[in-house]
C-alpha cells in the first residue's frame, strides 16, 4: 500500500480554494454532501458532482449510501488521487475494536484502499467511548490507511479532552453552521487550535433561502440565494458540503468562485445569527 504520509504530487482537487489541515495535508473548501441521498442514487449524484466540478464528496456509514458513493467515484473516471473522499463512524460502533471493524466495513462498501478523512460522527458523550475511538482512529492513521482524521458534533470540551488524553488535535470538526447558527464560540476554539470548520446543513436546510437579507444579497450579485450563502461559507473560511441530488442544483452550487461578499454583505450576514437558530440535535444531549 502506497506510504500516505506524503501529499500526492498530483493532489489537485480543482478547486478554486483550499484550506490547509494541521497535519500538513489540505482539504477543498467546497465539497459534495450525501446526506439523504439513498445508495441506489447516490452512484448518478456523485458522477454528477465531480462532473460538475466537485473534487470533496462527504458520506457516512449511517446514510448507507457509501457503496454508491464508492461506484459515482469509479465511474467518474476521475484519478482516486485527485478526489477528497471523506465518511464517518456511527454512535454504535463507537470503541476501540467496533471502530476498527467499522472502518473495514466501510472500506469494503467504497471498495477504497484509503479515505481522505475519517470523523467520528457524535462525541454520545454518555457513552464515555470517543477516547478510545479516537485512538482507533490515530491507529488506522498509523496504518496509512486514513490520511486525516477529524471529528464531527464535537463541543469545545469533547475536543479539549481529546487533545489533553491523546496529544492528537483533530484535523476537522465538521458541524451544523449555517447562517442563522453561526456558533462563533466553537469557532473561536477551532481557529485557536487550528482545526478548520465544517459547515453541515450550511442551507439551514432551505429555512433561510427566502429571507430578505440574503434575498436582497442573491439581487445584488446576480445569484441564487443558495450560492450567496455558500460563498458566505467560503468567505469566512469554512469548508461546506451542500448537498442536491439535482443536476441543476449541483451544477449551481459549484458555480460561487466568480464572486465574493463585501465587509458590508458580511455584517448583513452575521446579523442573521441566533442562539436559538439550531436545527438538529445538541451534542451534549444526543446519545
Avoid at 221 to 237: L, S
Wanted: with cysteine; aromatic share 8%; proline share 5%.
Amino acid at each position: 500500500m502506497k506510504n500516505l504520509s506524503a501529499q500526492s504530487s498530483s493532489e489537485n482537487f480543482q478547486n478554486a480554494l483550499s484550506l490547509p489541515l494541521n497535519d500538513g495535508r489540505s482539504v477543498p473548501q467546497l465539497g459534495f454532501g450525501t446526506w439523504q441521498i439513498p445508495d441506489d442514487q447516490a452512484t448518478r449524484c456523485v458522477k454528477d458532482a465531480l462532473d460538475a466540478g466537485f473534487r470533496s464528496i462527504d458520506t457516512a456509514a449511517i446514510y448507507k449510501n457509501e457503496k454508491g458513493v464508492g461506484e459515482g467515484i469509479r465511474n467518474s473516471g476521475i484519478p482516486r488521487e485527485d478526489i477528497f473522499i471523506a465518511t464517518k463512524l456511527w454512535n454504535d460502533d463507537q470503541g476501540y475494536d467496533t471502530t476498527l471493524q467499522a472502518f473495514d466495513e466501510s472500506m469494503k462498501k467504497l471498495q477504497l484502499d484509503y479515505v481522505d478523512l475519517y470523523l467520528i460522527h457524535w462525541p454520545v458523550p454518555r457513552a464515555k467511548k470517543f477516547l478510545d475511538t479516537w485512538r482507533a482512529f490515530i491507529k488506522l492513521q498509523q496504518d496509512d490507511r486514513i490520511r486525516s482524521i477529524g471529528v464531527s458534533n464535537f463541543q469545545s470540551a469533547h475536543l479539549q479532552l481529546l487533545i489533553d488524553e491523546t496529544g492528537v488535535t483533530p484535523v476537522m470538526n465538521q458541524i451544523e453552521l449555517h447562517p442563522q447558527f453561526q456558533q462563533d464560540d466553537l469557532r473561536a476554539f477551532h481557529a485557536r487550535h487550528k482545526i478548520v470548520t465544517e459547515s453541515w446543513s450550511p442551507l439551514g436546510q432551505g429555512k433561510i433561502l427566502k429571507n430578505k437579507t440574503v434575498l436582497a444579497l442573491a439581487q445584488k450579485h446576480k445569484k441564487t440565494p443558495a450560492q450567496v450563502i455558500i460563498r458566505w461559507h467560503i468567505d469566512n473560511g469554512l469548508v461546506v458540503i451542500p448537498k442536491s441530488s439535482t443536476l441543476s442544483r449541483i451544477a449551481e452550487n459549484f458555480d460561487v468562485f466568480d464572486f465574493t461578499l463585501d465587509a458590508a454583505d458580511m455584517k448583513e450576514m452575521a446579523a442573521l445569527d441566533s442562539r436559538n437558530g439550531r436545527i438538529g440535535p445538541d451534542p451534549d444531549d444526543f446519545n
